[in-house]
């Protein structure tokens, strides 16, 4: 492969799908086309081949004691090796700017917020990842239609198959984890979800680790927010793309002198993990912090999140005035 050409680049997820049998439709056509006139591919599509090869045969055979073992494991690592490098990536254009999204074959490892359009150069969080980038928007194209979908207010779930790779720890993969369970619609604090995965001391370790989310929309951090009600780092500095998406999933946000919050007796609430939600003045509610609540844009969304209409102060009956 010639490292100058972008479209050796491309395909070399497609190289290593095809010399393993496990490509795409149409994968294995461009292959054939690439190689056909690309000796440099063509060599590497051969020793993707004899690797495959190689690993197959040995895992065929009898074992002939350690040194076949070792053999064995030594070429499965090779070639494991293959595949976890083959990380593609595609700058899109959006309505937040340019967003970078990178896939490998766990799944989607990267969305990433560009200040420029300037390609795959352009990404810090790819230059510390320690992966080889191809860049081919063939992969990611999928999931940039789906978030054009989600900003455009069609679609309230990204259902991507998430690659956690690059979290910088256990701990921050936890984290991680835990808010992309977070239902469209709702908020919660950093010290809730510290809560929640069993960490209630660790609220400024979690708002640390969301401030460096490698996944911003899909992982919503932006559901996050201060003890306060206030809304805290995005993605380092981007205070205005979260109170941006937080408004499209029609979370209420006022700005105050100093900062910009959420409007939180605008909101639907939940309790601890009460299956009901309320209004805000229901009961002792209004005084609770918000360590213990989850608050909720809309009706629709807090039954969409399977919850039920308090019997108590029926807010089925007496909604939040829009």
Same mark, same amino acid.
């Given at each position: 492969? +010639?490292?100058?050409?972008?479209? =050796?680049?491309?395909?070399?997820?497609?190289?290593?799908?095809?010399?393993?049998?496990?490509?795409?439709?149409?994968?294995?056509?461009?292959?054939?086309?690439?190689?056909?006139?690309?000796?440099? =591919?063509? /060599?590497?599509?051969?020793?993707?081949?004899?690797?495959?090869?190689? @690993? $197959?045969?040995?895992?065929?055979?009898?074992?002939?004691?350690?040194?076949?073992?070792?053999?064995?494991?030594?070429?499965?690592?090779?070639?494991?090796?293959?595949?976890?490098?083959?990380?593609?990536?595609?700058?899109? *254009?959006?309505?937040?700017?340019?967003?970078?999204?990178?896939? #490998?074959? /766990?799944?989607?490892?990267?969305?990433?917020?560009?200040? +420029?359009?300037?390609?795959?150069?352009? #990404?810090?969080?790819?230059?510390?990842?320690?992966?080889?980038?191809?860049?081919?928007?063939?992969?990611?194209?999928?999931?940039? /239609?789906?978030?054009?979908?989600?900003?455009? $207010?069609?679609?309230?779930?990204?259902?991507?198959?998430?690659?956690?790779?690059?979290?910088?720890?256990?701990?921050?993969?936890?984290?991680?984890? %835990?808010?992309?369970?977070?239902?469209? $619609?709702?908020?919660?604090?950093?010290?809730?979800?510290?809560?929640?995965?069993?960490?209630?001391?660790?609220?400024?370790?979690? &708002? /640390?680790?969301?401030?460096?989310?490698?996944?911003?929309?899909? @992982?919503?951090?932006?559901?996050?927010?201060?003890?306060? $009600? &206030?809304?805290?780092?995005? %993605?380092?500095?981007?205070? %205005?793309?979260?109170?941006?998406?937080? #408004?499209?999933?029609?979370?209420? @946000?006022?700005?105050?002198?100093?900062?910009?919050?959420? *409007?939180?007796?605008?909101?639907?609430?939940?309790?601890?993990?009460?299956?009901?939600?309320? @209004?805000?003045? =229901?009961?002792?509610?209004?005084?609770?912090?918000?360590?213990?609540?989850?608050?909720?844009?809309?009706?629709?969304?807090?039954?969409?999140?399977?919850?039920?209409?308090?019997? *108590? =102060?029926?807010?089925?009956?007496?909604?939040?005035? %829009?």
């Amino acid at each position: 492969m +010639s490292p100058t050409m972008s479209s =050796c680049r491309a395909i070399q997820p497609d190289l290593v799908a095809t010399a393993t049998g496990d490509a795409v439709p149409g994968a294995e056509a461009r292959v054939r086309a690439h190689v056909a006139a690309c000796a440099p =591919c063509r /060599q590497e599509l051969e020793r993707y081949r004899s690797i495959d090869r190689i @690993v $197959g045969d040995i895992r065929r055979a009898p074992v002939g004691g350690d040194h076949a073992d070792i053999v064995r494991g030594d070429l499965e690592w090779r070639l494991a090796e293959l595949r976890r490098r083959a990380v593609t990536a595609r700058v899109w *254009s959006s309505p937040l700017g340019p967003i970078l999204i990178a896939r #490998s074959e /766990q799944g989607v490892v990267l969305v990433e917020y560009l200040d +420029s359009a300037r390609g795959l150069e352009a #990404s810090r969080a790819l230059r510390r990842a320690g992966v080889e980038v191809l860049e081919d928007g063939n992969e990611t194209e999928a999931f940039y /239609q789906q978030i054009l979908e989600y900003l455009a $207010g069609e679609r309230t779930r990204l259902a991507w198959p998430l690659d956690y790779r690059l979290a910088a720890s256990d701990f921050h993969r936890e984290v991680l984890q %835990a808010t992309a369970t977070l239902p469209y $619609g709702a908020v919660v604090s950093y010290a809730r979800l510290a809560r929640e995965i069993g960490r209630p001391t660790a609220t400024r370790a979690v &708002a /640390q680790a969301l401030r460096h989310n490698p996944l911003p929309i899909v @992982v919503p951090c932006h559901r996050v927010i201060g003890g306060t $009600g &206030a809304l805290t780092g995005y %993605a380092g500095d981007k205070l %205005a793309l979260k109170e941006r998406l937080l #408004s499209l999933e029609g979370v209420p @946000v006022v700005r105050a002198r100093r900062d910009r919050r959420i *409007s939180r007796d605008a909101m639907y609430v939940v309790a601890d993990h009460d299956r009901e939600y309320c @209004v805000p003045t =229901c009961g002792s509610l209004s005084t609770l912090p918000l360590w213990r609540l989850t608050l909720f844009a809309t009706r629709d969304r807090a039954e969409s999140a399977g919850l039920a209409p308090c019997t *108590s =102060c029926r807010p089925d009956l007496h909604p939040l005035s %829009a």
